[in-house]
């Protein structure tokens, strides 16, 4: 017996991650009904995301609740330097070169369910494959360090473009290294004009408290007009 | 180098409509890729041709569209196509610009191969206990 066969094409037409982007933003809107400000903290490898997080700790001196969620390859190594001052939980990858959503979520289950204030989720070092994953952030801050070439938001557009606001750490190297703050954010602001910028040495703890104001305001926005601020994330 | 787990979500989702469907093979995949989607179409493919005998759709075809990354400008309401990631208006050079495509990965169609004999049974089956209920 022969069977008759035919075709037909079913029109799909989204997002292979619209799925994922869905529970993202039910997630980023249940952060801020609790209060809870989520930032998604990215950079190279080596830029300084675990000793910014350390430095942002250390000036609130438990002023604020905050939480970290920290991911790499493997150890726990990052989680141990943040576990003198704050909850934290070490999300290893194993492999993978970018957090998603869902690694986040099994994290979460393990920190203590607080209304904190702040979560930072520290990514892995990669400025490629994490520009494409939200996390449920309101915010992610894009860490570029002196010792990194100035000219690198261009050769990263998309990271750069998905980010609200990039800090220039190691500044206490700038004297020595050929570093240009004004020439890497001029670079970054042709990408994404809206830039905010900080520059800071979490080691001295220079510039550290304009950084944790402006973490500060965004918060109470995200209070204040919770619509605005999701919007703005997902954009 | 995360093409591969967004490979194989796509080919999960794939086999999810197949089996929603009815189908009982996958024949074309189309997918759209912009260059702001954070995936090179090259890898994408190489992706494509490891995953797709795991995933038990071998046999797919998949077709990929590249597409250019377009803008509205928020200034002018213009809207133009971006080239090497110059992310300013190409009428008033304002960059106060929405990117409005090519910014993604995109699942647009999948081509289902059917039988309809079969289609044609279970019709009648689902027609018959319809009837049986009522």
Known sequence: MTTTTSTRTIAVNQDIQAQKKRRAAELRTSFAERGTFVVNLVSSPGA???????????????????????????????????????????????????????????????????????????????????????????????????????????????????????????????????????????????????????????????????????????????????????EHAEK | MHELSLVRSLLRQVERLRRQHGGIAVETIEVEIGPLSGVEPLLVREAFDALVVEESLAGAELVIHNVPLTARCLNCCADFELTEFDFCCTSCESRSIKITGGDEFRLLTVSLQSDLEAEETAKQISGKSAGART
């Open chain 1, 48 to 230: 300084g995301k675990t000793s910014l997080l350390e430095a942002t700790a250390k000036y609130w001196q438990g002023r604020r609740s905050m939480a970290v969620l920290v991911g790499d390859l493997a150890t726990e190594r990052d989680a141990e330097r943040l576990r003198p001052f704050v909850p934290v939980e070490q999300l290893t990858t194993g492999g993978a070169c970018h957090l998603e959503l869902s690694l986040v979520e099994r994290g979460l289950e393990r920190l203590p369910d607080e209304d904190y204030e702040f979560l930072f989720i520290e990514n892995i070092g990669n400025l490629v494959c994490p520009a494409s994953h939200d996390l449920a952030e309101h915010l992610r801050v894009v860490l570029m360090s002196t010792t990194e070439g100035d000219d690198k938001p261009g050769k990263y557009p998309k990271m750069f473009r998905t980010s609200g606001a990039v800090v220039v750490s190691k500044s206490d190297l700038l004297p020595h290294v050929p570093f240009s703050v004004d020439a890497a954010l001029a670079d970054a602001r042709l990408i994404q004009p809206d830039l905010r910028a900080f520059t800071v040495c979490s080691l001295s703890g220079e510039g550290i408290g304009d950084w944790c104001d402006y973490l500060d305001d965004a918060r109470q926005r995200m209070l204040t007009s919770p619509q605005q601020v999701i």
